[in-house]
């Protein structure tokens, strides 16, 4: 109706109603084009609105895990039997480093490790040539020392005989004026010879009987200067001999032996190796002699003591013991205790073998305790999620007392009845909640 209306204006002759007809014909073209776009530019923004609240909404969401995923336990109040655990190796309580006496060169490997020995089994040979060198110059020398003591022997022998001839020669002429000074004397009494003959007589026997006793004093002082000369000599002598037998013991000691009944554990050296003297060879270990060595975290050790009993599972079976050493010092976050076997190993026990022990230290009273966690040792905090439904569990923060075999009192934190998450769950550090399906 719009077009025929419009071209009856048209024909009219006034041009007012032409002009107010053709602005009443003019469509409104732009108006729809502006609604639009107010109705997108308001959908996007409750669209980003929605999708804010949805983020924070599952940013504020906990985690879900599965509950067959979990180690959930109860606190209980009870008595507790407390002990510290620690892991180790059972280690020789007898055992012998076989060595090297001087500088040498290995020639023969003879017995590995594992192998049986008795105290004179030969274990490896060593070479050295200034050993054989030395050996053989200490036999010529004990060889020259004896021939010199026989020369000298010989020769102080035939000096004292010397002298003893002298003293003997003078006896017999002191013996011989001593009988002539008496008989000059009773014939000078009787006027037969001179007194002056007499006296002559008498002094020449006093003259000899001076040098006898002069020379008897020079044989005693020989015999003692001989004496003297030869102990000096056998000393000598014996010196050398001493050294010559240390020689040949340090020839013989190239030839390496076990020196006690027991099993080679340890070989450390090759065919062709140099080795230092005093360096180690073979360690040989008596295998029924061993106790276990554990290792404990230095925050459980307040309460060890020595004579505490103890229990080692070697994995084959569980043997009864004794603590009887502490190690005053920390190392690496541990402390060293050696725990002596009250009872039989079990059959295949062997050095070095690893083994978990548990120390038994006290028995208490009524106290809150919990299976012990993946995590937190005693006397320490950590972070456990307990639940508060069926389906949620929070992070609370637990301070642990001191430890049992399988259980850990709890000093804070907790209480009777609460159900504890154990299992490790330190991917979820930075999460306060959980929900659990």
């Known amino acids: 109706m719009t077009a025929p209306m419009t071209e009856t204006i048209d024909r009219g002759s006034d041009p007012e109603q032409r002009a107010a007809a053709s602005t009443m014909d003019v469509p409104r073209v732009g108006a729809r084009p502006r609604t639009r776009r107010a109705v997108i530019a308001t ?62 060169r290995v020639e023969r490997v003879l017995v590995q490790p594992g192998g049986v020995v008795e105290p004179t089994t030969l274990l490896i040979e060593l070479a050295n040539p200034d050993a054989e060198l030395g050996a053989l110059t200490a036999d010529r020398d004990v060889a020259q020392a004896e021939a010199e003591l026989a020369r000298q022997a010989a020769q102080l022998d035939g000096g004292q ?159 009864a013991g004794e603590v009887v050493r502490i190690d005053p010092a920390a190392q690496n976050g541990n402390v060293t205790v050696d725990v002596r076997l009250s009872a039989s190993l079990p059959r295949g026990a062997r050095v070095d073998q690893n083994v978990d022990g548990t120390i038994e230290l006290a028995r208490t009273g009524e106290v809150l305790h919990v299976a012990r966690p993946a995590i937190g040792e005693a006397h320490q905090t950590a972070a456990l999620f307990v639940l508060t439904s069926d389906r949620e569990a929070r992070r609370v923060i637990v301070t642990f007392g001191r430890t049992a075999q399988k259980d850990i009192e709890i000093a804070s934190g907790l209480a009777a009845g609460d159900q504890v998450v154990l299992s490790d769950m330190s991917r979820w550090d930075g999460t306060d909640r959980l929900r659990i399906e």
Do not use: Y
């Open 43 to 104: 959908g996007v923004a409750l669209a980003l609105t929605a999708v804010t609240i949805g983020v924070r909404w599952l940013g504020h969401r906990p985690p879900v895990i599965a509950r067959e995923q979990l180690w959930i336990a109860r606190v209980e109040r009870g008595p507790l039997t407390l002990s510290v655990r620690g892991q180790g190796t059972l280690v020789a309580t007898e055992f012998r480093w076989a060595s090297s006496p001087v500088a040498a």
């Open 161 to 319: 005989l010397a002298q003893e001839s002298a003293v003997a020669a003078l006896d017999a002429d002191v013996a011989m004026a001593s009988r002539r000074s008496t008989i000059d004397t009773a014939m000078a009494k009787k006027g037969v010879i001179a007194d002056l003959e007499s006296l002559e007589s008498t002094d020449r026997a006093g003259q000899l009987a001076g040098r006898l006793a002069f020379e008897r004093k020079r044989l005693a002082a020989l015999r003692r200067g001989n004496a003297a000369q030869l102990a000096a000599q056998r000393s000598q002598l014996e010196q050398l001999r001493a050294l010559a037998e240390f020689r040949h013991r340090q020839l013989d000691a190239l030839h390496v032996r076990a020196g006690q009944a027991g099993v080679v554990q340890q070989v450390a050296v090759e065919v062709g190796q140099s080795v230092a003297a005093g360096a180690p060879l073979a360690r040989i270990v008596v295998p029924d002699h061993l106790m276990a060595r554990l290792k404990i975290p230095e925050a459980s050790t307040q309460d060890l003591a020595l004579g505490l009993g103890a229990t080692i599972d070697t994995r084959t079976g569980v043997v």
